[in-house]
């Protein structure tokens, strides 16, 4: 097969890290060597989308938070079918490069517009745009110490959205950019197929929705300027910094201008509101910086990957040495991608390399090991730290002491034995806010997932990364019942995990049916038109998901490590 285009290989990338559904059955659909070229994602997915039937999303229960009383609380999660997925991707690539309005303001920086020639996905990393979002607002109380920093929060922001109000937003956007006439008219022919779906209003997952969220906030982000407050925005969190009347007027002209919308902010005393002085602020300057060693999570993960890329005969080596101290790193296979990666390519990631040799950086399975113990303890000591903190803190400090440890426990999920996995989760069960890691870890540490099934697909999919590392049968206590269990195990058995113990699953649902037992006659004439799609382009036969999964789609494909991105695309959807 050639090597897959631009547009394909962001797709894959950006969904790899949201949903592994609406991962497979874009791998399934790029298996033709015609859909995997731009020229296709650009004219023939984009013309079946504005002129075909469209919606037949998949409705997947996602963790969204503990209630009040440690009850869980699901996000409704609408995946696209392969063919919309695509071409999605393709229409903001292109709106990428018309320009206008369709880039976010400098105050806002969530869902930021990637350039063309990134594969990583049509939007930058969600990390590049929180710690950019951090300094700015460290920079804007480091020349004003006694100013107030004011966090809001917007309630159901994308449920909230009328489909009218995405339409005349698309439509203001597209007039004043150089935005083709054919993709104007798939942007509205989308946001059709969301309000069928939802009853009107824009859907929760697809990736145009962050797009249209940017564009029904711009206005709001645009008039805050010269207000006598900074303003900053990422996704539905917006922040004032500056003098307290002048936040308070701030805030009155933003829900006035909100509720002309149809939308609304958390009020002041909810839990997701938060006041702070400036100067108190300015202890949290430097949570978002990494420490400027030699060893990092980045890279880490860069040599794992480089190992994978051009030392595959080492892999198995590394394998087996971080298997012997307890660690469950993914070992992808890029052998295919490589083949298919031009000559030139080859050769630029090469020499991407080089640097390492010339600061003399060891790039073996035994240097990689003694890496991530080295990380493994830094971060066991970090979290036992956080751990304590969090027993005292108020608010504010248990929104920093909590991104601390949710950062040093997903990567835990990775790297710690499993005894003291499990003493990191026991750990931190009291702390709601850790609530997703702590079950993703305990899962992990003792291969029960009988609690994790109830929390949601996005818990599972971040548990079963680290656990097929490690096994593929895992205990469940009692049988499922409720729709999130379901799908849950749907998502285990997707990554070739199943249960221990016999359960008869495959009549419960069409997605359990496909997740176990692949594509067949029946599930292609599903009633459910997003399993018909991915089990057509499953073809009949055995299910080869976790194969599909274990190998990389292209040799840009990121090594997504589902425990931290899971759990991010949780918070910040």
Not at 97 to 125: C, E, I, P, T, W
Request: charged share 25%.
């Amino acid at each position: 097969m050639i090597r897959p285009g631009v547009v394909s290989v962001k797709a894959v990338n950006q969904y790899r890290r949201r949903d592994v559904i609406a991962y497979l059955g874009l791998r399934y659909y790029l298996e033709s060597e015609s859909a995997r070229k731009d020229l296709w994602a650009r004219d023939v997915a984009t013309r079946l989308e504005r002129h075909g039937a469209g919606g037949g999303y998949l409705c997947l229960k996602h963790f969204k938070e503990l209630d009040e009383r440690g009850g869980v609380a699901h996000r409704d999660i609408y995946v696209p079918r392969p063919n919309e997925a695509l071409a999605e991707v393709a229409l903001i690539d292109a709106c990428a490069r018309a320009g206008g309005k369709f880039h976010a303001s400098h105050n806002v920086y969530s869902y930021m517009l990637s350039s063309h020639d990134d594969r990583q996905g049509v939007f930058r990393n969600y990390m590049d745009g929180l710690r950019r979002r951090h300094d700015a607002i460290s920079l804007a109380c480091s020349s004003d110490p006694g100013a107030l920093v004011s966090f809001r929060d917007l309630k159901k922001f994308y449920p909230s959205i009328r489909i009218e109000l995405a339409h005349a937003v698309w439509k203001m956007a597209c007039a004043e950019s150089t935005l083709d006439t054919n993709y104007v008219a798939l942007g509205h022919a989308l946001l059709d197929h969301h309000g069928e779906a939802s009853g009107g209003h824009l859907l929760t997952g697809p990736l145009f929705s962050h797009l249209i969220g940017n564009l029904v906030l711009r206005s709001i982000d645009d008039l805050t300027e010269g207000g006598g407050a900074s303003y900053f925005r990422y996704v539905d969190d917006i922040t004032f910094v500056g003098e307290a009347t002048k936040v308070d007027e701030a805030l009155k002209r933003l829900q006035g201008s909100l509720e002309a919308l149809g939308l609304h902010l958390h009020g002041a005393g909810s839990l997701k509101s938060l006041d702070v002085e400036g100067a108190r602020w300015m202890h949290s300057k430097h949570d978002f910086q990494e420490p400027k060693e030699e060893e990092s999570w980045m890279t880490l993960i860069g040599d794992v990957k480089h190992v994978l890329l051009w030392s595959p005969h080492e892999a198995h080596d590394l394998e087996e040495k971080l298997e012997s101290e307890g660690m469950r790193l993914p070992m992808r296979d890029y052998g295919g991608a490589i083949s298919e990666a031009s000559y030139l390519s080859r050769a630029i990631y090469r020499l991407s390399w080089q640097w390492k040799k010339r600061r003399g950086r060891s790039v073996t399975p035994t240097a990689i090991l003694a890496q991530a113990k080295s990380l493994r303890k830094k971060y066991t000591s970090d979290l036992e730290e956080l751990s304590e903190k969090l027993r005292d803190a108020d608010n504010f400090d248990t929104k920093r002491y909590a991104s601390m440890a949710r950062y040093r426990l997903g990567r835990l999920a990775y790297l710690a034995s499993p005894a003291n996995l499990l003493e990191a989760a026991v750990s931190t069960s009291a702390h709601p806010q850790l609530a997703f890691h702590s079950e993703v870890a305990r899962a992990v540490a003792t291969q029960d997932v009988g609690r994790l099934l109830s929390l949601g697909t996005n818990a599972a999919q971040a548990a079963a990364q680290p656990l097929r590392a490690v096994t593929s049968r895992v205990d469940i206590g009692k049988a499922p019942e409720t729709e999130a269990q379901l799908q849950s195990l749907a998502v285990l058995a997707l990554n070739g995990i199943l249960p221990k113990d016999e359960v008869s699953l495959a009549d419960r649902s069409d997605l359990s049916r496909f997740s176990l037992e692949g594509g067949s006659l029946r599930l292609m004439q599903s009633k459910s038109k997003f399993i018909a799609e991915v089990a057509s382009l499953h073809g009949i036969g055995e299910a080869r998901h976790a194969t599909t999964i274990d190998t990389a789609f292209d040799i840009d494909e990121a090594l997504a490590l589902d425990a931290i991105d899971q759990a991010s695309t949780s918070m910040y959807i």
